[in-house]
């Protein structure tokens, strides 16, 4: 039971110092950035000789990165909501198995997403393609995406199976 009170006081401790400020800090930055188009050049998104579609491209990369980042923010409330029922003794509720399917999926989609992001930008950008083989953050967030929709599936059964022996008795 300590270590789930650890796990609970870090993940709020990371929502507080993180997660919150950015919810505030990232719509200003993209507003920003729609006002002032060097805020880009600055974060080296484009070259200061690009043209007028190249920022559009940025932009829209920032947007896409911003979605992302918001998604993973909820993500990370659902899993602090989880915490919340297994603090409570009840780690075979609906909604935790829900929570668990739900992160898992939103995982999953920023994972793929931000793969075609990274490799799209990199085409639109750059003009060149280049695939690597190699370790790639966004393919262990997919990993971790379909881990949370297999713990989902298990609590599923263990809860079906709670239920039968509950009824045996």
Aim: net charge positive.
């Amino acid at each position: 039971m300590k270590k789930l009170i650890v796990l609970k006081s870090l993940v709020d401790y990371t929502w507080i110092i993180s997660c919150i400020p950015l919810l505030v800090a990232l719509p200003v930055i993209v507003v920003w950035m729609f006002f002032d188009t060097k805020l880009i050049e600055k974060l080296n998104l484009v070259s200061s000789e690009s043209t007028s579609t190249e920022l559009v491209y940025a932009m829209f990369y920032v947007i896409l990165l911003s979605v992302l980042v918001y998604i993973g923010i909820y993500c990370f409330y659902l899993f602090r909501k989880t915490l919340r029922y297994f603090q409570r003794s009840k780690p075979f509720h609906h909604d935790v198995i829900q929570n668990f399917n739900k992160i898992g999926k939103l995982l999953n989609v920023i994972g793929i997403v931000g793969c075609l992001g990274i490799f799209l930008g990199q085409f639109i950008l750059t003009d060149s393609v280049s695939i690597t083989f190699g370790f790639s953050p966004y393919v262990m967030i997919i990993c971790l995406g379909l881990f949370f929709m297999v713990l989902s599936e298990l609590f599923k059964g263990a809860k079906v199976a709670k239920e039968e022996n509950e009824l045996t008795i």
